[in-house]
T-cell receptor
Framework: EAGVAQSPRYKIIEKRQSVAFWCNPI?????LYWYQQILGQGPKLLIQ????????DSQLPKDRFSAERLKGVDSTLKIQPAKLEDSAVYLC?????????????FGPGTRLLVL | SQKIEQNSEALNIQEGKTATLTCNYT??????LQWYRQDPGRGPVFLLL?????KEKRKERLKVTFDTTLKQSLFHITASQPADSATYLC???????????FGAGTQVVVTP
């Protein structure tokens, strides 16, 4: 079974530029998560989708971050404009059932550096 | 909001010994608690889940305990090996949709 795919793996941009990350979850997984992991910290949930609907985006900085999940499969996370403090690893995860399924499967992450 | 604390200092342990990691939490009664392993440059990998009505769970050389009175989980790696060197994260389910809140993780270094 293929795992969660993410691209790009690395991205370096200057502040005020925009950037987009892509995630392809495990086939058939209804729930998709985007996390931000700052160095030395645990992952922090930014947004959770079930199919193509948003379940939780309470910690998403909506003035600069946006996310969508097309047709309930792939997802993109965008930052516009980026700030220095957005430097982090952005992890995508998926799980097989809506909400009640426990195990989350993570992708390798996209490491973002904002200069 | 939920606060999750894990040992911030790295745990250095000799091969063959048992590593014990602590996860303490406040302000919530989670339905379950999970432990994940994270290697440098990789995403977390699920290891074990323990529910609020379970006291202990085992998987091969791993053991997890869950004390809802103390609001604490202990994670044990027995007969540790250098390949066990990684950061271990605990995570609590904080809502009915399965939202997880993670601790900062504890780095384990197993030396031969």
């Amino acid at each position: 079974e293929a795992g969660v795919a993410q691209s790009p793996r690395y991205k370096i941009i200057e502040k005020r530029q925009s950037v987009a990350f892509w995630c392809n979850p495990i086939s058939g997984h209804a729930t998709l998560y985007w996390y931000q992991q700052i160095l030395g910290q645990g992952p922090k949930l930014l947004i959770q989708f079930q199919n193509n609907g948003v379940v939780d985006d309470s910690q998403l900085p909506k003035d600069r971050f946006s996310a969508e999940r097309l047709k309930g499969v792939d997802s993109t996370l965008k930052i516009q404009p980026a700030k220095l403090e957005d430097s982090a690893v952005y992890l995508c995860a998926s799980s097989s059932l809506g909400g009640n399924q426990e195990t989350q499967y993570f992708g390798p992450g996209t490491r973002l550096l904002v200069l | 909001s939920q606060k999750i604390e894990q040992n911030s200092e790295a745990l250095n342990i000799q091969e063959g010994k048992t590593a014990t990691l602590t996860c303490n939490y406040t302000n919530y009664s989670p339905a379950y608690l999970q432990w994940y392993r994270q290697d440098p440059g990789r995403g977390p990998v699920f290891l074990l889940l323990i529910r609020e009505n379970e006291k202990e769970k085992r998987k091969e050389r791993l053991k997890v305990t869950f004390d809802t009175t103390l609001k604490q989980s202990l994670f044990h790696i027995t007969a540790s090996q250098p390949a066990d060197s990684a950061t271990y994260l605990c995570a609590l389910r904080t809502d009915s949709w399965g939202k997880l809140q993670f601790g900062a993780g504890t780095q384990v270094v197993v030396t031969p």
